[in-house]
């Protein structure tokens, strides 16, 4: 994929392809002066993390190279704290589909999946679980089911019953500010459910890499010491710090406009007979598209469209539990915005025609 993405000139997701003079020059434009750290300490890095206490409202953050690596550190600090070892999450978290088992072979943690792949977690799923966890942590949103999002209510009583039992709440918030439109709340009233929160620095706002994680004090101050232990207290971190406070500060804002974009996307989208929109209407700046084709089929329109059109769509088509139909997921960004809803059916039915008139190799 690398070359012939970095060739395009036209982009449909997120923010595009941006160089590396754009990205240091967007750095530049959005601090100024700014100084660098030592293994962590001081300069840009620690701007960061005061200036994620201040929007998630939690006493400590600390930035963290990955999402991986922060979660698997919160994981263990509750275990720790509780003495227990049963995390209970939803069947698609990252922790459970992307990390190689990673809670279980370093940190003996024992992951009980709550609910079904297929849908959020309800309280009927807590209610099952007769014993007391370490953690329960929750997505928001459900990346894996297009991004869906409880309601608050239900959010809200699922993180009581969760505390009512002593068990920590975990916030993979790896997207928490593209959730915050549909809950009309800040950042800091949906992290106040949570005893610990990871917000991405580079998915909807479009960092280079990294997250912050935030909670207590002790539980920060733990974290650091992980970080090291997991390698991730690189000597200078810096540059990925000023790139995510950079991008929070520039896209934060923009984040009502790229989920409003997705709706009146996805409602377009909708009106096309092969597409099925999940969650629909989007709830975020995401939606997966269900679509009736053949995937290698939908694959090669798709770079086809890359080589001739330089238009860049999508790499990849993921099977789905129905074997006519694949999956892709919309995420809106700067790129995005550039492209009207309508343009963006004509280019989907024209890539859905193109995979159907596919000769058979
Ligand atoms: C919901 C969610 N959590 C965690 C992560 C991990 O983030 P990182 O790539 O920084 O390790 C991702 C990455 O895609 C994600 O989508």
Not at 251 to 267: F, W
Request: charge should be negative; include cysteine; hydrophobic fraction near 45%.
């Amino acid at each position: 994929m690398g070359e012939l993405y970095a060739s395009c000139t036209r982009f449909l997701n997120g923010h595009g392809a941006r160089q590396p003079d754009r990205v240091l020059s967007d750095i530049v434009d959005e601090l100024g002066d700014f100084h660098i750290d030592t293994y962590g300490d001081g300069g840009v890095v620690a701007d960061l993390e005061a200036e994620a206490c201040e929007l998630l409202g939690k006493p400590a953050a600390v930035f963290m190279p990955s999402g991986t690596m922060a979660q698997q550190i919160a994981m263990r600090i509750h275990a720790d704290r509780t003495g227990r070892d049963v995390l209970l999450w939803h069947p698609t978290c990252h922790l459970a589909l992307h990390e190689g088992e990673a809670v279980v072979r370093l940190h003996r943690l024992q992951p009980r999946p709550v609910g079904n792949t297929h849908r959020l977690i309800t309280m009927a799923d807590l209610e099952e679980v007769a014993e007391y966890a370490a953690v329960l942590l929750l997505e928001l949103p459900q990346r894996e089911i297009g991004g869906q999002l409880p309601e608050w209510d239900d959010l809200v009583a699922q993180t009581g019953l969760a505390r009512s039992h002593g068990t920590a709440t975990h916030l993979d918030g790896a997207r928490l500010l593209e959730s915050l439109p549909f809950y009309q709340r800040t950042a800091a009233e949906v992290a106040a459910l949570f005893d610990s929160v990871y917000l991405s620095l580079y998915k909807g706002i479009g960092g280079l890499a990294g997250c912050v994680l935030a909670g207590d004090e002790q539980l920060v101050v733990e974290a650091r010491e992980w970080r090291r232990r997991h390698g991730g207290t690189l000597f200078r971190l810096w540059p990925y710090a000023a790139a995510g406070l950079a991008a929070l500060r520039r896209r934060g804002p923009r984040i009502p406009r790229y989920v409003e974009h997705a709706r009146a996307i996805a409602a377009e989208l909708a009106t096309l007979e092969e597409v099925t929109v999940v969650p629909d209407p989007p709830v975020t700046n995401m939606a997966h598209l269900h679509i009736e084709t053949e995937g290698e089929a939908f694959k090669a329109a798709a770079r086809s469209l890359a080589i001739e059109d330089k238009i860049w769509t999508w790499g990849y088509a993921q099977p789905t539990a129905l074997p006519d139909r694949v999956a892709v997921e919309l995420v809106v960004g700067d790129a995005t915005l550039d492209w009207p809803p309508e343009e963006v059916r004509g280019m989907l039915a024209l890539l859905i025609e193109r995979a159907l008139s596919r000769p058979d190799d």
